[in-house]
């Protein structure tokens, strides 16, 4: 039964920084994509970053250069580094894992994804 378990979301003003986390059982998080969404009230879904089983890492226009990806293999854990947020970047954040080893649709809708962790809340004011 694999599990995904999202921490780490808050209240933070704009200009700061939060770390998310997502906690595996169940579930290799250094043999597979996964991935970060979000979504804001009355917004589509969107795909955020993924990381593929060698490490690759890719990143929606919107965050690139202040969002990083990364993971812990030995905690089975995969991170959202959140740096210069802004108002924009609120919304509850996902954890999502495919049960392939490359990241497709990530930023075209999330198809394939098939785990899901429950969100954590980012508000940016």
């Known amino acids: 039964h694999v599990q995904l378990v999202e921490s780490g979301g808050g209240s933070v003003e704009a200009e700061g920084s939060l770390r998310l986390s997502c906690t595996a059982s169940g579930y290799a998080v250094s043999s597979y994509c996964m991935a970060w969404f979000r979504q804001a009230p009355g917004k589509e879904r969107e795909g955020v970053a993924c990381?593929?089983?060698?490490?690759?890492?890719a990143y929606a226009v919107s965050v690139k250069g202040r969002f990083t990806i990364s993971r812990d293999n030995a905690e089975n854990t995969l991170y959202l580094q959140m740096n210069s947020l802004n108002a924009e970047d609120t919304g509850m954040y996902y954890c999502a894992a495919r049960d392939s080893r490359v990241c497709v649709n990530t930023f075209a809708g999330g198809q394939g994804y098939v785990y899901w962790g429950q969100g954590t809340q980012v508000t940016v004011s």
């Open positions: 990381i593929n089983e060698y490490g690759s890492q």
